[in-house]
């Protein structure tokens, strides 16, 4: 380094301003440096003389907002610190960006062009639906061994409803479809996974691939698709049944284990999507551990978005007939091989990842609940019904919280009347809880109310009350306290009972307060909380057990009502 560069050097690092005499002021003061380096990057350093005392005075702070938490947390006796809940995405995969017309010119006089087009594949659609019904049936017609691979004579006639199905494709404006790659063969990759996005998708590969698929158990009674998917074999499931999962992970794994039987054919997403990101994937196609290959389909378009999202079918349909034409592209992608003693979610997750980098979007917690939260929030007629989607996958895998659980906690909250901005203020949350304005219920709702905006979003209230409820200490709690109040063993509690129990938490809580409460405890409304009323109302509202904070702290019930043991 020159002369000149070292007095440059030197020149930045002195300070600023320097006192009589030219010494700097007062030692005490924090001094601002900055140090340029030679490779041109730029760093600015602080120099506090006093850190130790800000130190000091910052851990002081700290441990004063944390004893403060502390002292505000209702929950803290059953072992729950403060809550958390992670940010909410803007992204949402449901949403069909041409749900309406709208005020285009050009779609306008497009459709009105297309209606005669429309009316003739209409007519072909009904002639190729009917052909295939007949040859289905036919191909059904006697067959009552389902545990074992359709003769191959059936097969062939099944061969005309595939040509049916491509038929209907082309009806749907489908003329062309574009392929890059191509299939694996089936011994090396029996498994094929694929994102979903339109009712198409599985027209098409019953065309392509003839393979065998899982199924919700609701698809078998709709008229021909019932047939349809009967003739691939389905592999039947309710995914809200941990017994029926479990059953289609094994007949997954047994029909992909040998050639008798198709491919395999799984939407991992459980449900559909816009297309422009994946949600998170379920696990039965990768729990057998066989090699899987990606399978990615797309429909670009500028006017008419084809996703299944928040959008009626009937209404798809119709305007999937009033285009000239709609674009598909299906890209085969390079089989993923499972690694030694590699986990599902693992393998999961990389097959996600080859699929998500090949559509170039990215992959989101949400599932097939979230969607069902969405329909139930918009059945509500809420303005913003996408914001009560709560990334469910994510909530599930920290919290364990399953979709029926959290559909609860929705019906809870909505009773709330949430405004326009599907916010709750504190008074009906009040109300709904039937608590009264006190210091606990402040804390109960300060403890939701994470970002202190006086009002609570459902994300905020699912994950509260998700938490609150999965502690292991929660319906232990939840059995002490109907054993405490149940103090003579008759097996329920009486309207005396409950009230001395809540007194000790909400000391002036009034006679008609008491009776509001008695009232959502007691369901069947036989002036008797059971202990099955009891836990039950605790599970739809699992933040009351704050009103039994008291419970193990050496109270007890006798006959006279609760007291103090000594």
Known sequence: MSVMAREVEEDLKSPLIKSEGGFTTDDNQSNVIIDIESNGHHHHHQDYTNNSNNRIDEEAVVLEVHEEERDNNPFEFIGVERLVVPKETTIDPFRNNTPEIGCSLYEWIKM??????????????????????VFTKFALFGWKDKKNPMPRWRCRVLGVTRLC???????????????????????????????????????????????????????DSLPFVGDIIRAMQVIYVNRFSAGSRKNAVSEIKRKASGNRFPRVLLFPEGTTTNGRSLISFQLGAFIPGYPIQPVVVRYPHIHFDQSWGNISL??????????????????????????????????????????????????T????????????????????????MVELARVDNSLNISTLEALDFLDVFLSMNPGPSGRVEIQEFLRVLRLPFCPLSEKIFAF???????????????????????????????????????????????????????????????????????????????????????????????????????????TEVGDRGLVQVV
């Open 314 to 363: 009937a209404k798809l349909m119709i305007r999937g007939f009033l285009q000239f034409h709609n674009f598909m592209e299906v890209e085969y992608l390079p089989v993923v091989y499972p690694n030694q003693k590699e986990s599902a979610s693992n393998f999961a997750e990389r097959t996600g990842e080859s699929i998500a980098s090949a559509l170039n979007v990215v992959q």
């Open 448 to 554: 939701i109310d994470v970002e202190k905006y006086g009002q609570i979003t459902f994300r905020q209230f699912c994950y509260g009350v998700a938490l609150v409820m999965k502690q292991p200490l929660f319906w232990r709690t939840c059995e002490l306290a109907f054993g405490v109040c149940d103090s003579r063993g008759l097996g329920y509690i009486t309207k005396q009972q409950l009230s001395d129990s809540i007194r000790l938490a909400i000391p002036d809580i009034t006679d008609e307060q008491v009776d509001e409460l008695f009232k959502l405890f007691d369901s069947d409304s036989d002036d008797k909380v059971s202990e099955d009323d009891f836990i039950t109302c605790l599970k739809k509202n699992p933040l009351l057990v704050a009103l039994f904070s008291w419970v193990g702290t050496g």
């Open 112 to 133: 009105i062009i297309v209606i005669p087009i429309a009316l003739l594949r209409l007519v072909g659609f009904g002639i190729c639906l009917a052909i295939g019904f």
């Open 365 to 388: 917690s949400h599932s097939y609940g979230d969607v069902m939260l969405l329909m139930k929030a918009a059945e509500a007629k809420q303005e913003k019904a996408s914001s009560y």
């Open 165 to 219: 199905s491509r038929g209907i494709l082309f009806c749907f404006g489908y003329h062309w479809i574009r392929r890059k790659g191509k299939p694996a063969p089936r011994d090396i990759a029996p498994i094929v996974v694929s994102n979903h996005v339109s009712y198409i998708d599985p027209i098409f590969y019953f065309y392509e691939l003839h393979p065998t698929i899982v199924a919700s158990e609701s698809h």
